[in-house]
């Protein structure tokens, strides 16, 4: 079993930043890719950034420019530096990882989110 936590998230004003971090624990063999999510109240939840274990990335149009996903493969650690921070990015931030095991299966996990608030 493997365990996502994130952290970071709080309260910010318009124009400021804030860098979430999501650490992965338990049964890995190592971590393919890792993304964060969002979603905001009434809203889909979606992609806000994702990194690969090569660490290509790629961002939600909404973000590009503002945010900037990495990972630490030693610590199986992710981050997601958020900077710019709009009030429209206010959203539950997840974190998720594919992480393969001893026999190379791989499994999709999420963290249960940090609240990411930006007032005006």
């Known amino acids: 079993q493997v365990q996502l936590v994130e952290s970071g998230g709080g309260l910010v004003q318009a124009g400021g930043s804030l860098r979430l971090s999501c650490a992965a624990s338990?049964?890995?063999?190592?971590?393919?890719?890792m993304a964060w999510y969002r979603q905001a109240p009434g809203k889909q939840r979606e992609l806000v950034a994702i990194i690969t274990s090569g660490g290509s990335t790629d961002y939600g149009d909404s973000v590009k420019g503002r945010f900037t996903i990495s990972r630490d493969n030693v610590k199986n650690m992710g981050y997601l530096q958020m900077n710019s921070l709009k009030p429209e990015d206010t959203a539950v931030y997840y974190c998720?990882?594919?992480?393969?095991?001893?026999?190379?299966?791989?499994?999709?996990?999420w963290g249960q989110g940090t609240q990411v608030t930006v007032s005006s």
């Open positions: 338990g049964s890995i063999f190592s971590i393919d890719s």
């Open positions: 998720n990882a594919v992480v393969s095991d001893s026999q190379l299966y791989k499994y999709l996990y």
